[in-house]
């Protein structure tokens, strides 16, 4: 559930903070046309995201889940001109709607998009070397938060900044009787990040056009 007042409020902030942009919206066109289904970041929280990545100076951003890019792209614009996004999709429909994203976005020198699970990629991308991440954007399945956690945090470095997407879903997380695997799942990724010494943490409930959820932000120290 949605209220007007929240989704007027998102409208409100990015007619005066965003900049129009016609790709964006011709990136969730597409991906709705091509069936995703519409749980891409809003367009604030894609703008904080990459406000995020310029604020810390990021060269080198890991996405978990990219869906039809939508959040890739605003990472990828952050980015110096020898920057790069690697992102993780499991589904290959999504990742050839992502593709054709990107290359309307004219980033497809800068994305490095890789087809599996995530939890098959990210060893992967240990034994290429392709570490350390500066940034990491863990917005995949929720089950998976706890192992996805463990990864980022082998594949950083202290001062490395990991953000965890859709923590709070309606405030369900606090229910510690929950059979939801979701839920369960974004319980583990709090009790771990919490009981790491490694990680300066908290997270902020959101409102707006993408309903009552919240972000995790962890600092690697
Ligand atoms: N970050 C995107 C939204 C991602 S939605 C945005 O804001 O624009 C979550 C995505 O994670 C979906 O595309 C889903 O297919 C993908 N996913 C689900 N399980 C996965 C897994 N095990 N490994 C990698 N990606 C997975
Ligand atoms: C869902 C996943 C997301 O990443 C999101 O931002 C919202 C919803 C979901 O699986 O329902
Ligand atoms: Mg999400």
Known sequence: ?????????????????LPADPVLDAVLAASAKAG??????????GRMLQLFARMIGARRILEIGTLGGYSTIFLARALPPDGRVVTLE?????????RANF????????????????????????AEGQAPFDLVFID???????????????????????????VVREGR????????????????????AGA???????????????GYDGFALLLVE
């Not at 749980?39 to 604030?44: D, N």
């Not at 499991?90 to 992502?98: I, L, R």
Request: hydrophobic share 40%; proline share 7%; charged share 20%.
């Open 36 to 45: 995703l289904p519409a749980i891409a970041v809003s367009a604030a929280q």
């Open 90 to 98: 499991a589904d290959p429909h999504h990742a050839e709607v992502a």
């Open 196 to 210: 790491n010494p490694r990680l300066a943490g908290t997270a902020v409930q959101t409102v707006g056009a993408k």
């Open 173 to 192: 997380v606090t229910n510690a009787e929950s059979t939801d695997a979701n839920i369960i799942g974004v319980r583990r990724m709090f009790d771990l």
């Open 140 to 166: 995949a399945d929720k089950p998976s938060n706890p192992d996805y956690l463990e990864w980022s945090l082998r594949l950083t470095r202290p001062g490395s900044v990991i953000v965890c997407d859709n």
């Open 103 to 126: 290359h309307r976005a004219g980033i497809t020198d800068t994305v490095d998009l890789r087809v599996g699970r995530a939890i098959d990629t990210l060893p992967q991308l240990q």
């Open 1 to 17: 559930m949605t209220p007007t007042v929240w989704t007027e409020m998102d409208d409100y902030i990015c007619a005066r903070l």
